[in-house]
């Protein structure tokens, strides 16, 4: 592979992880986003965006 496809590969690699954390978080997010239970006095508004919330 060109030395200049590997540079843009990793540059694109660490970027994706500043922004969207390390690969091994995602299980935890997901696994919190499935447990997460509304709460009765939440709005739905509020609910979804805790949801939301788990991931940086």
Known sequence: MPLII???YERLKQKMEERFGHTAMKERYVTEAKLRKK???ESLRDFGQAIEDFVP
Do not use: F, L, T, W
Request: a negative charge; hydrophobic letters at 0%; zero cysteines.
């Open 6 to 8: 590997q540079r843009d």
């Open 39 to 41: 709460q009765p006095e």
